[in-house]
């Protein structure tokens, strides 16, 4: 089993002591987690005999203090429909304010001004049935505002085991950490922007250490680029959760697929102890700054489908698999984290979001479509698509040592039976068309879903434009950045990877080339996109028209800033007009009006103040035959001679 016995509801007189979350713990916790049987109880609901093994309910802070707020969460897979709860002192329910959040998982969060004295219930149902009941002893006095010393052989301390319920958790803080309106443009400058959001983060200053602080030398630091994202998400969780959490060190896989040695995890004395801090929040943030932001890159999630020997395991492609938190793995490198599936609302067809980091350390939110998420089955460029994270487990007794399960074994346990190779055949066409057919179930309006993908390349567009913002920051106090040679210029490190953009600008070319040919797309999927208005010619003529329309808009407008700090708007009519010095508009050295496809001679183009080195320039020429095809190289190819 992955998951550690749960502890039966206590009886009144566990309820007058503060009892650890798990028998190996010896802190003085606030929460005991019912996950196994639950007692008959006199006041407040019928709990069940057992708990929905699926059902997870958390609180936060760690410590629940009589008169101080609190929240509390319930989350489930599976079952969609939506859950609620109340919270018992003795008979009397606690008035709170709650939010409902249906679809995967099933949630529900529950905010209270005053926890009461003594001990509550949280009574979870769905529908009018109790589905799980948890005790929450609650301290008289709050605990120290100061992490505790760090630990000889852990990095911090492991009191719960991953499980479905704990999966449903997770998923559910990820999905309200990166919550927002259809539509809203998120963005931050880096992960800890997020976690110090008390509004958005389910466990904000969970420990009552001011570790959520935006204050970097009181809070935790989190800048992960793509590839370390997935990992600081969910080792951010496995710590406020005291999780077992680790990772492998993998290959690059150049011609074949990565692959990844043994699990290294949070057991065992800190690598690179912090000097001059030897508390538990130093030593977390050296293991999340150097361990894991060195430790892992987008090999990690490349490994193929079915090698159990890695850090995630392939998911089938379905509503209740594609939940927040789990991966998308591209062909070649980037990686994605899923944060919430939103249904069709009226004419408006689903959408699915994912936020990724840049090597800037920025952090966006960005919807499913064919210019974001690459498909490219080949087995030489790795295993890419949907994966969720193997669930780490504490094996062994006296010298336990961390595991992780195997493809057959995780698909035996309860609530992981998600576990599938099947989308690793599929060709790109059908791999898109079964998305499209998973986010919007049903026909779907043609015209409208254009309408959607010129909106998507609009957002693409404007990341770019913050990309090349970026890059004229950097060169207020720099003068140039080293290019590197053949594929290395879309995987390398430092100053290059922070600031090009050939990775965005290659997907951009391809989103552009989706939005221009769209109306193949729609010849493809007829019995998907009908129109009662329209014959077929009839339809292809009316979404070429709507086309111009849109790209003319200016509500698709850009506004980029030149080298002397004035902005210059461009529609998306220009920047498709432009494509070809996309192809080689990727270079920091360039200024942004030639970054921009600016015209030799024009206005737009004067203020221009910087271009890159004629060497640089010709590995470009030489190099744009990548982009013309919209084909990345693989991972060691040089690149053609340069003249």
């Excluded at 704990?166 to 919550?179: D, G, P």
């Excluded at 290659?506 to 797309?521: H, N, S, T």
Aim: aromatic share 8%; hydrophobic share 35%; proline share 9%.
């Amino acid at each position: 089993m992955l998951a550690m016995t749960g502890l039966g509801c206590p009886s009144p007189r566990e309820n007058e002591a503060e009892m650890a979350i798990a028998p190996s713990a010896t802190r003085s916790d606030a929460v005991i987690l019912a996950a196994g049987k639950a007692e008959e109880i006199s006041t407040g609901p019928r709990c069940p005999a057992s708990s929905d093994p699926t059902v997870g309910v958390m609180t936060s802070p760690e410590r629940v203090v009589s008169g101080e707020p609190f929240r509390v969460v319930a989350a489930a897979l599976g079952d969609e429909s939506p859950l609620s709860l109340q919270v018992y002192e003795g008979d009397r329910v606690l008035a709170g304010e709650f939010s409902v959040r249906p679809g995967v998982p099933s949630a529900v969060i529950g905010g209270f001004e005053r926890a009461p004295a003594g001990s509550m219930r949280v009574a979870v149902e769905r529908g009018s049935t109790v589905v799980s009941c948890t005790n929450v002893v609650v301290a008289k006095t709050p605990g120290s505002d100061r992490p505790p010393l760090a630990s000889r052989d852990r990095v911090w301390p492991i009191d719960r085991a991953w499980s479905p319920s704990e999966e449903a958790l997770f998923s559910a803080w990820v999905r309200e950490l990166f919550h927002a309106e259809r539509g809203a443009e998120l963005a931050w400058k880096a992960l800890d922007e997020v976690t110090s959001i008390a509004a958005r983060n389910l466990l904000h200053d969970h420990f009552g250490w001011h570790e959520d602080s935006p204050d970097p030398k009181v809070g935790l630091d989190l800048e992960p680029d793509c590839a370390d994202t997935p990992y600081f998400l969910r080792g951010y969780y496995a710590w406020k959760r005291r999780l077992p959490f680790g990772f492998r060190a993998c290959s690059r896989g150049e011609g074949r697929a990565p692959k990844c040695g043994r699990l290294r995890g949070v057991l065992g004395p800190p690598e690179d102890p912090p000097e001059g801090a030897n508390h538990e929040l130093a030593v977390v943030q050296r293991y999340f700054r150097r361990t894991l932001a060195w430790g892992v890159h987008s090999g990690n999630g490349r490994a193929a489908l079915a090698d159990d020997e890695s850090d995630f395991y392939p998911v089938e492609l379905s509503r209740a698999a594609l939940r927040p938190g789990v991966i998308y793995a591209d062909p070649y490198g980037h990686l994605f984290v899923l944060v919430e599936l939103m249904p069709p609302d009226g004419s408006s067809p689903g959408i699915l979001y994912a936020i990724d980091g840049q090597p800037d350390g920025s952090i966006t939110r960005k919807r499913f479509w064919e210019g974001n998420f690459l498909w490219n089955p080949d087995p030489a460029l790795g295993g890419s698509g949907f994966k969720g994270f193997r669930p780490t487990s504490l094996v062994g007794s006296g010298s336990p040592r961390l595991a992780t399960p195997s493809n057959r074994d995780l698909g035996n346990e309860p609530g992981y039976a998600d576990v599938s190779v099947a989308q690793g055949g599929l060709g790109a066409a059908e791999f898109y068309d079964r998305m499209d057919a998973l986010i919007t179930p049903g026909t779907r309006d043609p015209i409208r879903a254009l309408e959607e993908a010129v909106t998507a390349l609009h957002e693409a567009a404007k990341v770019r434009v913050t990309s090349v913002g970026n890059a004229e920051e950097f060169f207020t106090s720099h003068t140039r950045i080293p290019m590197p040679s053949g594929h290395a210029i879309f995987e390398t490190t430092g100053p290059w990877e922070d600031f090009s953009t050939p990775a965005r600008d290659l997907r951009l070319l391809i989103a552009i080339d989706l939005v221009l040919g769209f109306e193949d797309k729609v010849a493809r999927n007829q019995d998907v996109f009908r129109s009662a208005e329209h014959s077929p010619k009839e339809l292809r003529d009316a979404l070429a028209g709507t086309r111009a329309r849109l790209l003319a808009d200016p509500a698709f407008e850009l506004r980029y800033e030149r080298s002397d700090g004035s902005q210059w708007t461009l529609r998306l009519a220009d920047v498709i007009a432009r494509v070809d010095a996309f192809e080689i508009g990727y270079n920091p050295n360039d200024c942004p009006e030639v970054r921009w496809g600016a015209p030799t001679g024009s206005p737009e183009r004067s203020t221009c103040r910087r271009r890159a080195p004629d060497d640089q320039h010709r590995k470009m020429l030489a190099y744009r035959h990548w982009f013309k095809s919209r084909r990345r190289p693989s991972r060691g190819d040089p690149g053609p001679p340069v003249d």
